[in-house]
């Protein structure tokens, strides 16, 4: 094992030099999860990472060692003659690793397992998202069985703890360098004696609850967003998960956003386009008539101001912005068709400006 190469126990776990025992414990607790070779079978560094940040916690979270550490650095367990332990002994590693990773993990296989964070996906009309609403959830969370105050025995049984695993819940062996760990079956991992269950929770400590809780999605929120509810997840001992909220907006059948910009596009017929006229257009608080001009072009946006959604996270609310589009008929009766055939023959250059111009154009490129 070369000592000199090592990296800086702080550094690794990315706490301050002065960081309490505390901060150290959440910053291991969160590289040990992520780094943890049973969370990265298809990655083999993660071993050797989560070795390292074993070993700098091991340290760092002992009063004695860190204060051997903070004085002669690396060189103070470089050598296990030296009464500190060796990084190269394996089994001492496993045996800090058999310590703190209950302490860690938490004690039991029922309560003390860090629990994971709870999802919930809600759906939202594209209006509740684009005005904000509140939103009555109800979701399943673990939380600590009331009759045992989430010990898991039954109130009276006497030696509950489970005599294979010593009430841990978990069977602790070797695997290489670390060491892991399954669940104990003679208590199905619940760390209490069968006889001495609570019948309650049958040992688990925890119980299933069904939960009601009042959500308020802002104005404005956005397709994909997740509102993070902290300690509104699973109990375990070691505390409480949170509950990701991930919001799916639906889409609307006449508007599109585009930020705090609402958007969309308004057909209208060729005579309404020319003559002008007033037209309905649909916003966020019910239909208004706009004012069409004689000439309107397709493809012409009209911008109503304050109509949009509130910005997200800001002031103010954006436009709404409407796009006309001139329908060309695709079918005509042979009197309509008569009817335009008349029209046609009737405009010239001065009522096609654009037209006249753009075959002006053509004509002396390639006449
Ligand atoms: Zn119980
Ligand atoms: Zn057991």
Request: with cysteine; proline share 5%; glycine share 12%.
């Amino acid at each position: 094992m070369v000592a000199s190469a090592k990296r800086d126990y702080y550094e690794l776990l990315g706490v301050e030099k002065h960081a309490a025992t505390d901060d150290i414990k959440r910053a291991y607790r969160r590289l040990a999860v992520k780094y943890h070779p049973d969370h990265n079978p298809e990655n083999p560094d993660a071993e050797e990472t989560f070795k390292a940040v074993s070993e700098a916690y091991a340290v760092l979270s002992d009063p004695d060692k860190r204060r051997r550490y903070d004085t002669v650095g690396h060189a103070a367990y470089a050598d296990s003659a030296g009464g500190g332990f060796n990084p190269s002994d394996f089994s001492s590693i496993g045996d800090i690793l058999e310590g703190f990773l209950d302490d860690v993990f938490g004690r039991r296989g029922g309560a003390g397992e860090a629990p994971k964070d709870l999802r919930y996906d809600l759906s939202l009309r594209f209006e509740e998202a684009a005005l904000g609403i509140e939103k009555d959830i109800e979701y399943d969370r673990l939380e600590r069985c009331a009759t045992c105050a989430g010990r898991g025995a039954a109130r009276t049984a006497t030696n509950a703890e489970c005599p294979a695993c010593a009430g841990r819940g978990a069977i602790r062996f070797q695997r290489g360098f670390f060491a892991s760990s399954r669940p104990c079956s003679a208590c199905e991992g619940t760390g209490v004696r069968p006889g001495a269950r609570c019948e309650d929770c049958h040992g688990q400590g925890l119980q299933s609850q069904r939960q009601h809780l009042r959500v308020k999605i802002p104005a404005g929120v956005e397709d994909g967003a997740v509102r993070t509810l902290r300690g509104a997840g699973s109990e375990y001992s070691g505390g409480t998960t949170d509950l990701h909220v991930y919001v799916k907006v639906a889409e609307h059948p006449l508007f599109s956003r585009n930020g705090a910009d609402l958007v969309c596009e308004v057909p209208v017929s060729f005579p309404q386009a020319a003559l002008g006229s007033h037209i309905e257009v649909p916003t966020l608080e019910g239909k208004v008539t706009m004012k069409l001009p004689a000439g309107t072009q397709s493809g012409k946006v009209f911008r109503l101001r304050g109509k949009g959604l509130p910005v997200f996270g800001g002031y103010g609310k954006g436009d709404q912005l409407v796009t006309i589009l001139v329908e060309v008929p695709e079918k005509l009766s042979s009197r309509q068709r008569e009817l335009l055939g008349a029209l046609a023959a009737e405009m010239g250059a001065d009522t096609h400006p654009k037209q006249s111009s753009f075959l002006d154009k053509l004509k002396s490129l390639f006449d």
